[in-house]
């Protein structure tokens, strides 16, 4: 409610009803929503009582206010306040990828597109209007109108007194007009904004008067002068979240200027006290510099100065992330420091609830200590709620994969005014699910003509048993066989426990134990021929064994993890039949079996068991969806003697990848992403007992590209490098390439020197030209080796 006062006096008169939706302060109570699979993100800040829960677009707008909200002016002994009252602020603040679940429309809800100015004029102008019925250009006082008539107003015009001239739309003072060009008014309503904004306390003097048109209808015209104080150069901004308003209060007529001078010292000592009770914002020292050389600027304060001072404070807070912050008040304005009063959305109460499909709150099997704990502090109650804050606990329980919904809602606390309360909202998923994938693959059959009892039906079967007594622990199962029909040639299975929260959920170290048992089968790379040689038999590789090992997380792509692992490691050949030894093809079309040892035993078949750890460090980001960063990884497995002949070995392995972003560009929906330059290397190493099968294989995709995957050789000892150009076309990227692996001479050291037996480099270049395509990269590699070219389509990410 605006209120005027004199001498520190507030009086309230009431504003009339607005004719149309005014614009809000940007502060609204944002609603995050997750869908069922990965998060679609909507949220709205709204701080009405009754707040709507249709979810609004992300898309980030600059923020928009409005003066003719509410304001109180009170000039008093020693200072001025001037309000700007709690208003329901809306605007639409920011948004991050995701899809599935509920998203929002982009165009405000449906009571956004119902209360919109173009609704309300479509509405309007369906309305009959009467003509004024007098002469034309003509000029006719507000009085003079009839108040049986509704008038259509053609025009509205702001004319400063002051400066002698009328001032444009772009002026603040047009936000606090409520009538609009093409409405229909009647006298009373023309009144009521006239006393609405004689009593907003931003004008000395203020009219409204219309002049005739000759198509019937009146334009109107605003004259003004603009409300000073005296010069100021002090600024001081504090929080007032949580304390009382200050309320307008009627002084009585019949005071004595003693009185009324006592009156007076009283609200200047309430208003000193209040100041005193309040808490510093958030506000930092470059925005206070630049709201004090404004002030200087200006000489005296006027309404215009506090407008563009509110406008940049909210304008700080919103670009920060405090969606639900707002200037309230300016006080001491008959001073030489102005005081700005902000409500920045302070937290009083955290919120989870579950929710069943229809919504309905129930009560859930996740323990709530699971959800707290991916809360952001800055998310908790006693901090100020920030966007951001929203944004990453959205991300961080979506990661938890327990929940087919999650909404982050704040909302106004009716119990502690300027108050938020953050709402969660989760639907929990089955707790139980099971999975069939089905594949079919088509094999020659007699003559290399494929006939219907070739067909192989292959496929995987999995299942999963989730947040096992709602801590978020799981078993999961599957079976993958390239022929259901005949599963003993290849079955492969895998059953693994994971236990999160090892030291307790409410124990803030991250630590996951996971326990599993395999059984694998894989193509080997190190029995691979090199350039020339004819087809080479493969050697498969199948492991079955149990593993255990322990992840600490130290951020969200930054862990750590040890454990252990007991293999049984089978080499068989092409009929599946164990193979100690790599086999050949004869000049006379035979195929010898006298080749490299397969297994450190010589039998095909070796048993051991080694621990492995493995850290990572990952600060790799997305800009525009472009990843920009650095990543290291270093590995170790560590042989513990146990097993066929007693295997003892170190074999280690670090990665460094830097993406450097090379121009900067402005972030957010839309915009397009920078030029990347990747620069990559890889060193792997081995000492002690190594097996042919675990040697480093060099050549293939996720080596050097333009080679086969161990084209180049098997070595003990690599050293890959590789630098990719990224340069960013409409809604995907081209690059170009180079890269280079080295056996560093190791290839001779093992066992059987399968790198000369197949009669491989042992080091190769390569350089190319590609293009991404959705999931695929589309490649053109030069094999520097040969010279020679192809085209290569790859899935995934090289890096």
């Known amino acids: 409610m605006a209120s005027f006062g004199a001498q520190g006096q507030l009086f309230s008169p009431p504003l009339t009803p607005s004719l149309r939706p005014r614009r809000r302060l940007a502060s609204s109570t944002p609603i995050l929503k997750a869908g069922s699979s990965t998060p679609a993100n909507t949220i709205k800040c709204d701080l009405s009582s009754s707040s709507s829960q249709n979810p609004e677009s992300l898309t980030p707008k600059k923020p928009f206010f409005s003066l003719a909200q509410a304001l109180a002016f009170s000039a008093g002994a020693a200072g001025i306040l001037l309000r700007f009252s709690p208003v329901t602020p809306l605007v639409d603040i920011g948004d991050f990828s995701g899809g599935g679940g509920v998203g929002g429309t982009g165009d405000g809800g449906f009571w956004s597109r119902i209360f919109s100015p173009a609704a309300i004029a479509k509405d309007e102008e369906s309305q009959e209007w009467d003509s004024h019925g007098l002469p034309a250009n003509i000029v006719v006082q507000l009085n003079k109108l009839s108040g049986f008539k509704k008038y259509k107003i053609s025009e509205i015009l702001f004319y400063d007194r002051r400066r002698g001239s009328v001032v444009g739309t772009e002026d603040s003072f047009f936000e606090m007009v409520t009538i609009r060009p093409g409405g229909i008014y009647n006298k009373a309503q023309l009144q009521k904004e006239l006393e609405n904004l004689a009593t907003c306390g ?54 004595t200027d003693k009185e009324k001078m006592e009156y007076f010292r009283n609200q200047e000592k309430d208003y000193k006290r209040r100041i005193d009770k309040s808490r510093p914002c958030l506000l930092p020292m470059p925005v206070y510099r630049e709201i004090l050389q404004m002030l200087r600027d200006q000489g005296k304060v006027s309404a215009r100065l506090l407008q563009k001072i509110r406008d940049r ?96 809602n704040p909302r106004p606390d009716e119990k ?81 426990y994971v236990h999160p929260y090892l030291d307790g959920v409410y124990n803030t170290r991250n630590r996951t134990l996971r326990a599993s048992c395999f059984n694998s089968r894989k193509l080997s790379p190190v029995f691979t021929g090199g350039p020339g040689v004819d087809e080479v038999p493969p050697i498969w ?29 089978t080499t068989r050949d092409e009929s599946s039949h164990i193979s100690p030894n790599g086999q050949r093809v004869l000049p006379s079309g035979g195929i010898s079996a006298d080749g490299p040892p397969t297994t450190l035993s010589g039998t095909g078949i070796d048993r051991m068991a080694f621990a492995q750890a493995n850290i990572t460090r990952d600060n790799t980001k997305f800009v ?100 990719e150009l990224r340069i960013p076309v409409r809604n995907t990227h081209v690059y170009a390439f180079a890269e280079h692996g080295n056996d ?4 001779k050291d093992v066992k059987g020197n399968p790198t000369e037996v197949y009669r491989r480099m042992g080091y190769g270049s390569s350089y190319g030209v590609g293009a991404k395509l959705g999931l695929v990269r589309a490649e053109y590699a030069v094999d520097h080796n040969s010279g020679t070219g192809a085209v290569f389509f790859r899935f995934g990410e090289r890096f």
């Not at 008040?329 to 009063?341: A, K, M, P």
């Open 541 to 569: 590789v199948d492991r079955a064994g149990i593993k255990a090992n322990i992840t600490e997380n130290f951020t969200r792509q930054s862990k750590f993890t040890y454990g252990l692992v007991m293999e049984e490691i």
């Open 202 to 255: 931003m004008f000395e003097k203020v009219d409204l008067e219309g002049k005739t048109n000759p198509d019937g209808t009146v334009g109107v015209t605003i004259s003004f002068l603009e409300s000073t104080w005296q010069s100021a150069d002090k600024f001081r901004c504090i929080n007032v979240g949580l304390m009382p308003q200050t309320k307008p209060i009627e002084m009585d007529a019949d005071m």
């Open 624 to 723: 525009n969806g472009a990843i920009v960063g650095e990543r290291n990884v270093f590995q170790v497995d560590q042989g513990l003697g146990v097993g066929s002949n007693f295997p003892f070995f170190n074999r280690h392995q670090l990665t460094l990848t830097r993406f450097i972003q090379l121009k900067e560009v402005e972030e957010g929906a839309g915009k397009p992403p920078p030029p990347v330059l990747v620069l990559h290397g890889h060193y792997g190493g081995c000492v002690g007992d190594l097996p042919s099968y675990d040697a480093f294989a060099l050549g293939g995709p996720y080596s050097v590209r333009g080679y086969n995957m161990g084209e180049l050789g098997a070595a003990r000892n690599i050293l890959e490098v590789a630098a």
């Open 744 to 747: 560093l001479g190791s290839s």
């Open 313 to 408: 404070v909210q304008k700080w807070y919103h670009d920060e992330g405090y969606a639900c912050a707002q200037v309230v008040n300016f006080g001491n304005l008959n001073t030489r420091e102005v005081v700005c009063e902000v409500v920045e959305g302070d937290i009083t109460q955290l919120v989870i609830q579950f929710q069943d499909k229809l919504g309905n709150v129930v009560e859930g099997n996740t323990q709530l200590p699971v959800v707290r704990r991916e809360l952001p502090k800055q998310l908790r109650q006693g901090h100020v709620f920030n966007i951001e804050a929203g944004k990453q606990a959205l991300r961080n329980i979506n990661s938890l994969a327990l929940f087919s919904n999650i909404e982050v």
């Open 416 to 496: 502690n005014e300027g108050g938020i309360i953050v709402e969660i909202k989760l639907k929990e998923l089955e707790q139980k699910t099971a999975e069939v994938s089905s594949e079919w693959s088509i094999v020659p059959g007699r003559g290399g003509r494929p006939t219907l009892a070739s067909i192989q039906p292959g496929g995987t079967v999995s299942f999963e048993h989730r947040n096992i007594k709602g801590l978020n622990r799981s078993i999961l199962g599957s079976v993958t066989t390239s022929n259901f029909l005949n599963p003993q040639d290849d079955l492969a299975f895998k059953l693994e």
